[in-house]
């Protein structure tokens, strides 16, 4: 999913793996949408950095996203 916000535009991903990586379609996503931003949401409990502008996210952390973006 893509949310322009702010003039920005931020991706979000869902995966169901317990401790999802970085993927080439996440890399290609990065620069062909021009992202600012890409937030994978998975099931666990503790949000991890993957890369500079890519993040782990659990479903309890989308709320405090959502604030950055408004």
């Keep these: 999913m893509v949310v322009i916000a702010k003039g920005k535009r931020w991706g979000?991903?869902?995966k169901y793996q317990d401790a999802p990586?970085?993927?080439?379609?996440?890399?290609?996503?990065?620069?062909d949408l021009k992202l600012e931003r890409l937030w994978v949401v998975y099931p666990?409990?503790?949000g991890y950095l993957l890369d500079e502008n890519m993040e782990c996210v659990s479903l309890?952390?989308?709320?405090?996203i959502r604030e950055a973006l408004q």
């Design 12 to 14: 979000f991903e869902v």
């Design 60 to 64: 309890g952390q989308l709320g405090q």
């Design 21 to 31: 990586t970085i993927t080439k379609s996440m890399r290609i996503a990065m620069q």
């Design 44 to 46: 666990g409990k503790t």
